[in-house]
């Protein structure tokens, strides 16, 4: 088999939630498990927190069904509400909590023939300006929907904008928007994403919404995940295929964007675009081969990357190589390639085998 795998710590994952449950005693905490657990496996990540969480939450009615296919009792939260009027009796018959973010979704849930109530979670547009309601227009389908056939809770929730930038003016703006509706007798409110539920205590509210932060990356630029407590989940690794000297002036990869300075050993790694490692990984990106750094040379090529061996002269074909994981965070990783820790784990696409540790 090819030598490339994706190594999933369930019990970093438990670490991670109760982690989350600690910061806000006494608080409920949906697991977000959205885009098949941020591409961890959402079959082995809710089953690894079966008994653990409060919840789930997801971005669409398939992925809700596929969670309620594996736990029966516990709540199951649409992030983005219905896309179509014909989902909500599905909704219903699955026993979801659905968000309701605009004016059409609240109309549609009125004019429902549901077989039961649903719990409903009212978004209100607090200040991101993506999804939501404004505070207004929240007081005003509040008083329709308050006794409505079609709902059982009538909650409250919002989302941050920069909760991962910890001095944005905008945090405690969003706060206050959300505090002002707090006269309306909701049942249970929301407003804690990861970033939130870590650093802005007044967030903490009835339910909280882990999300990167249950994967074992953080989601500040100044915060490690070690700094934080977390535990890293996924580690992508692979083998050296082949190694080679290239001498002064000789090129590697696609394009003959990186050109040997000086006499070099070059490795080549079982893992490329196609695998979801980033192609726009620029020269000098971080890698380990046999747990030692070396850096990432030229282009990335579909199902192969090059590594500079010049200081590893005792790296041969076979030695370990870790792309992100344990001993080198996503998240530095992403910062080189300049992209964010959660593109890397959910662009880790379906031909890597995944391996998973209880």
Not at 23 to 45: I, L, S
Not at 128 to 150: T, Y
């Amino acid at each position: 088999m090819r030598p490339l795998v994706a190594t999933i710590d369930l019990a970093a994952i438990r670490h991670n939630y109760a982690l989350a449950k600690r910061c806000a005693p006494g608080r409920q905490a949906f697991a977000v498990v959205k885009a098949n657990a941020y591409g961890h496996g959402v079959r082995e990540v809710v089953t690894a927190l079966h008994d653990e969480a409060d919840g789930f939450a997801v971005a669409s009615l398939e992925e809700a069904a596929e969670v309620r296919a594996l736990h029966g009792e516990a709540r199951i939260l649409l992030l983005e509400g219905c896309f179509a009027a014909e989902e909500l009796p599905i909704a219903a018959q699955l026993r979801l909590d659905i968000v309701v973010q605009g004016a059409e979704q609240a109309a549609a849930l009125l004019a429902a023939a549901l077989p039961q109530p649903l719990n409903v979670w009212l978004k209100l547009d607090s200040g991101m300006h993506r999804l939501g309601l404004s505070p207004q227009a929240v007081r005003d389908w509040h008083a329709r929907l308050r006794n409505a056939p079609q709902v059982a809770e009538l909650n409250l929730l919002s989302h941050f904008a920069c909760a991962d930038e910890r001095a944005h003016p905008l945090i405690e703006q969003q706060v206050e928007v959300f505090l002002d509706l707090l006269d309306l007798d909701f049942d249970q409110r929301s407003l804690a994403n990861s970033a939130a539920l870590l650093t802005i205590p007044a967030s903490h509210m009835d339910w909280l919404r882990p999300g990167i932060m249950l994967y074992g990356a953080t989601p500040f630029a100044d915060l490690s995940v070690l700094e934080l407590g977390l535990k890293p989940v996924m580690s992508l690794t692979a083998q050296l295929i082949a190694v080679r000297d290239v001498a002064v002036g000789e090129s590697v990869g696609y394009g003959a964007s990186w050109v040997a300075e000086r006499p070099s050993r070059i490795g080549t790694v079982s893992c490329g675009y196609a695998d979801g490692y980033p192609r726009h990984a620029p020269s000098g990106t971080p890698v380990l081969v046999d747990g030692q750094r070396v850096e990432l040379v030229g282009r990335v090529s579909m199902d192969m990357l090059a590594v500079d061996l010049t200081h590893l002269p005792d790296a041969q074909v076979g030695a370990a190589v870790e792309l992100w994981g344990a001993y080198l965070p996503v998240d530095e990783v992403a910062q080189a390639a300049g992209t964010i820790g959660y593109e890397l784990l959910t662009k880790v696409t379906a031909r890597v085998p995944r391996r998973y540790l209880a």
